[in-house]
């Protein structure tokens, strides 16, 4: 009897009598507890708790690495395009496509509470892994922040402006101009984007914005051809609980790059 059956597979209608295995206490052990379970398990390693958990209980019992992708959806969302998840396995399969902690192309997305001014405001962190090409260390690196308080506001006064004949006095209203905070929008070029990662290291440079806390923390894997999907974690008591998939896209090339930009706020 295949152990996907104790899995509650996605892909299948087999059900587990009340008969089967007890796993009121097993929770634990198949729960994804973090991150790195997920990629193990998704690789099938040797080394994952859950294939260990299993030999030490189950030692007749067979996984497969399909069964272990499918455990690793989430199963209390119930629109599943089943045919994706299967071609999709399947594609993982037949490369073989392994996941590394040191890829380039996943992304960390932080839903974080700063202070600022003295009030608590939402931003979003966007990271990312960077690798040493000299001694191959890797370590997270914030690639993109978003907050309505780092970009530039719209001007009250949109008819301020520097005057087209200020090079005849040698700017010297210039000082004027830029002391101007409510209108600054009217004195750049209508092309200039504000790089808010600039701003935000500035702003922690000078101690003027601080980290509260992380809210929630979602995980954007892009490097399998063709697909892209999001891990996040599903707190429940339950062994289809912890770092699951959320969401799985059909995504080519052209469409992952709009993505960074669209979700990732990536340039």
């Given at each position: 009897m295949k152990l996907y059956l104790f899995l509650i597979s996605l892909l299948t209608a087999i059900?587990?009598?009340?008969?089967?295995?007890?796993f009121s206490n097993e929770n634990f052990a198949f729960e994804v507890k973090q991150i790195d379970e997920f990629i193990e398990r998704f690789n099938n390693s040797e080394k994952t708790l859950i294939n260990q958990y299993l030999k030490e209980n189950y030692s007749a019992e067979d996984i497969s690495r399909s069964d272990l992708i499918k455990s690793l959806f989430n199963q209390s969302d119930k629109s599943w395009k089943l045919d994706e998840v299967t071609e999709f396995i399947k594609q993982v399969n037949n490369k073989p496509y392994m996941l590394h902690f040191d890829d380039e192309d996943w992304y960390a997305k932080?839903?974080?509470?700063?202070?600022?001014?003295?009030?608590?405001?939402?931003?979003?962190?966007?990271?990312?892994i960077e690798k040493n090409p000299?001694?191959?260390?890797?370590?997270?690196?914030?690639?993109?922040?978003?907050?309505?308080?780092?970009?530039?506001?719209?001007?009250?006064?949109?008819?301020?402006s520097i005057n087209p004949a200020s090079h005849g006095t040698n700017f010297v209203s210039l000082d004027r101009a830029l002391d101007d905070t409510s209108n600054m929008k009217n004195y750049v070029s209508r092309?200039?984007?504000?790089?808010?990662?600039?701003?935000?290291?500035?702003?922690?440079?000078?101690?003027n914005i601080s980290i509260k806390q992380v809210d929630k923390i979602e995980y954007h894997f892009l490097q399998i051809d063709g697909w892209t999907f999001t891990v996040k974690n599903f707190e429940r008591n339950e062994k289809n609980s912890g770092w699951l998939v959320s969401?799985?896209?059909?995504?080519?090339?052209?469409q992952k790059n709009e993505f960074k930009k669209r979700v990732l706020n990536l340039k």
């Open positions: 059900q587990v009598s009340a008969q089967s295995i007890n932080l839903n974080c509470t700063v202070v600022y001014q003295g009030d608590e405001i939402p931003m979003t962190m966007i990271m990312n000299r001694s191959n260390a890797v370590k997270w690196v914030i690639t993109s922040v978003d907050a309505d308080f780092l970009s530039l506001p719209e001007s009250l006064d949109k008819s301020k092309d200039f984007v504000p790089d808010q990662l600039t701003l935000f290291m500035s702003l922690l440079s000078c101690k969401s799985l896209t059909k995504m080519d090339d052209h």
